[in-house]
């Protein structure tokens, strides 16, 4: 019975609240007699205003309006609209750096380039890959095609935020790049050399100038590389890469020298890496007008015969939407691991869906 009077209470109440206009205008009976068109018309209008709450103000007029405009604006910084900051992000967005670009942790985020280079011609052809540890070189030839396919995704996520205080974040990263004879035939097509590089960083913002630059990233992690294949073609190395990131209008620049993690029962797989990959990464990227113009330089840092490295030369452009044309040249060692002591150059073509920003 209760619940019943409740819903009779209501609809009353109701019916009380939609029928009062008409009842007001009734209760007016002046109304009626009044001749003049206008006039009556006017009345009628009197009358209807005392059931219908007014704004008092313009002001209250516009507030709905703004409070929808601020609602828009707060999901746009909030970051829940991300499809529209990714493209053309700065390094402060891309890692987080302050409060309006904060999303919570385990978001995944894009890392490193993604593209898909349906051609990729290489000068070179490594048909026997070789190491100076005893039992990881191969005797065979291989009989590898110098166009094949490439392509490489890298995504990132925050798994803990403000480990001091409002500072210091731990991002977990995986980025995995493969080389695939999709042309040859007579190999069956197979996926020449596939590597695997999982990471985890701890990031810190920073406010600092340099020559110019606003200094916004210090970071420091421990990555693992492996192409995850058997003797005697496997190769794998440690490392522990600290990492500075600068950012200028549309320029953005990344510094990320590193410490090669001696093995543990000394089976070097690939003696000297540090000698042909290098022991540092300097990455130099610009937007303009929609494209992406980046530099990566490799380099062991050392002299004479130790001294050696990489260039790799990117170029993205507009297509459609989302999707960019890219293009890319690298020259020097440690294209892919196999390759980490071949020297070759190699030339890409195809698309991305994200050139460092």
Known sequence: MP??????????VFSAV??????????????????????????YDRASLLAIPVPATTA??????????????ATFNSGENDRLRSHGSTLTDQWELDAASQRGVFVLRPYKPIYFLPVSYTDRVNQSPSSSAIGYSSAEQSNLDAVEARFQFSLKTKALENLFGDNGDLWLGYTQSSRWQAYNSDLSRPFRETDY????????????????????????GVNHQSNGRALPLSRSWNRVIAQAGFEKDDWMVLVRPWWRIPESDGSD???????????????????????????????????????RGSLQLGWSFPIAGD???????FSGYGESLIDYNHRQ???GLGVSVFDWY
């Open 60 to 73: 209250e007029l516009k507030a709905p309006a703004e409070r929808g405009l601020k609602d828009r604006l």
């Open 3 to 12: 619940n019943f009077f409740g819903r009779l209470s209501a609809a009353l």
């Open 323 to 329: 999707l960019k044309g890219y293009v890319q040249v």
């Open 197 to 220: 590089e999982p990471e985890a960083m701890l990031a810190f913002h920073t406010n600092y100038e340099f020559l110019g630059f606003k200094g916004s990233l210090a970071s420091i």
């Open 345 to 347: 150059t190699v030339i």
């Open 269 to 307: 797989e690939n003696p000297g890496i540090e000698n042909y990959i290098g022991r540092g990464e300097l990455t130099v990227a610009r937007q303009w007008e929609g494209q992406v113009f980046s530099l990566q330089a490799r380099h062991s840092l050392r002299g004479g015969e130790d001294s």
């Open 18 to 43: 939609a029928w009062f206009p008409a009842l007001a205008i009734a209760q007016d009976a002046s109304c009626p007699a009044i001749a003049s068109n206008t006039e009556r018309l006017a009345c």
